[in-house]
């Protein structure tokens, strides 16, 4: 039992670190997720709702510190029951975005790997059983060293790095970037079906419910069902599909392209294709659009007017108008936005599709530290 719960001990302890590591770099990110669940459309908490960036931040931490403080054999009972806890708490979550299929991907690793909804759910429960096996042997838990010092300072120590980490994702940019956007990659060919990169992509099961206007039975048939019999569409049918309640399910993974909803929705129409040519473009990323200041866009004039003189292709990438720009807005889904950059506003820079340069608002770039990123 003794060497059972030490092994455990080191597999659970590494595996909350980096769980707890992947979402701490981008505190933001992961404070976009606990809002979903705070939505109307989920737990309908909206007093937690402006305070999310706080919890995911504390969260991730005490994710991290949880797995030090296990590794490190010490507040043995305090971190075991508080593992327990959490993971009991995962649990549910995972488990009603699995089973109502509201939320689908839990935000567990943060941007680095998207797991299904049923896969995080049973992930918590292996996790589960882990930590009461642990629970059950803690007597069997020992510190690292018995110089407490020497824990205590290992302890301090990481509780800096966090906070240095969770800053860096707050105030300047992740100092890892996961996401689709990040610099490196080219959004056209994140944007490529499974059908044009020649692999197999997910299959959906869709139910109609049908109800009959003279009898007033229900009925529930899979779309595959409503085309191959025409009783349910024919004129004078009196089968009436009812919209609202059709549901889709996903019934086998496959390859789901990174980049969707990426659309630039401009004055001359949807521009994606032409501006993802431009040899040298400059987004101004402007997520929320009703809480751009004064300064920014006046900020945001300056780079304009500067950066068109350098033969630069500059649009503003907004979800709704904003006032008093000298640029031109495309609309965009605010999802992608708060995808792309989580400051706002903030630039991205780009050559012929490929992500070169990010910037936060925190302090914004001088034209010379934008122009740089494209030489």
């Known amino acids: 039992m003794k060497y059972i719960v030490n092994f455990l001990r080191v597999i659970v302890g590494v595996f909350f670190i980096f769980s707890g590591f992947v979402k701490a770099i981008d505190p933001v990110g992961f404070s976009y997720k606990?809002?979903?669940?705070?939505?109307?459309?989920?737990?309908?908490?909206?007093?937690?709702?402006?305070?999310?960036?706080?919890?995911?931040?504390?969260?991730?931490?005490?994710?991290?510190?949880?797995?030090?403080?296990?590794?490190?054999?010490?507040?043995?009972?305090?971190?075991?029951?508080?593992?327990?806890?959490?993971?009991?708490?995962?649990?549910?979550?995972?488990f009603y975005s699995a089973y109502f299929n509201k939320v689908t991907d839990c935000g567990c690793f943060g941007d680095f790997m998207k797991l299904e909804p049923w896969t995080s759910f049973w992930k918590d429960i292996i996790l589960l059983v882990l930590i009461l096996v642990i629970l059950l042997g803690i007597k069997h838990i020992k510190p690292f060293t018995r110089n407490r010092s020497l824990n205590i300072t290992a302890l301090a120590v990481a509780v800096l790095i966090c906070g240095w980490i969770s800053y860096m994702g707050i105030k300047k940019q992740p100092i890892i970037d996961f996401r689709a956007?990040?610099?490196?990659?080219?959004?056209?060919?994140?944007?490529?079906?499974?059908?044009?990169?020649?692999?197999e992509p997910p299959q959906f099961r869709v139910t109609y419910t049908m109800k009959n206007k003279e009898t007033g039975e229900i009925t529930k048939i899979t779309d595959q069902e409503y085309l191959e019999d025409d009783k349910w569409y024919r004129e004078g049918t009196p089968w009436e599909l009812q919209v609202d309640l059709t549901e889709t399910k996903k019934i086998s993974s496959g390859y789901e392209p990174p980049i969707h909803d990426f659309i630039l929705d401009c004055e001359e129409g949807d521009m994606t294709d032409v501006y993802m040519e431009e040899p040298k473009l400059v987004f101004f990323v402007m997520p929320f659009a009703d809480k751009v200041s004064t300064e920014s866009v006046n900020q945001l004039n300056q780079l304009y007017n500067e950066l068109i003189t350098k033969d630069v292709k500059v649009i503003g990438l907004s979800n709704g108008d904003v006032a008093g720009t000298d640029f031109q807005i495309c609309f965009v889904d605010q999802?992608?936005?708060?995808?792309?950059?989580?400051?706002?506003?903030?630039?991205?820079?780009?050559?012929?599709?490929?992500?070169?340069?990010?910037?936060?608002?925190?302090?914004?770039?001088t034209t010379e530290e934008?122009?740089?990123?494209?030489n």
């Open 335 to 365: 999802i992608t936005l708060k995808t792309m950059l989580r400051t706002n506003p903030g630039i991205m820079t780009l050559k012929t599709g490929t992500v070169v340069g990010k910037f936060h608002n925190n302090p914004l770039p």
């Open 370 to 374: 934008i122009l740089e990123t494209m």
């Open 181 to 199: 956007y990040a610099v490196g990659k080219n959004i056209p060919e994140g944007m490529k079906s499974a059908e044009e990169l020649g692999k």
């Open 34 to 94: 606990l809002e979903e669940y705070f939505s109307p459309q989920i737990f309908n908490i909206g007093f937690l709702h402006d305070m999310a960036l706080p919890q995911a931040t504390f969260l991730s931490i005490f994710e991290i510190l949880l797995g030090v403080l296990l590794l490190l054999g010490i507040f043995r009972k305090f971190t075991v029951w508080a593992l327990l806890l959490m993971i009991l708490f995962f649990s549910f979550l995972t």
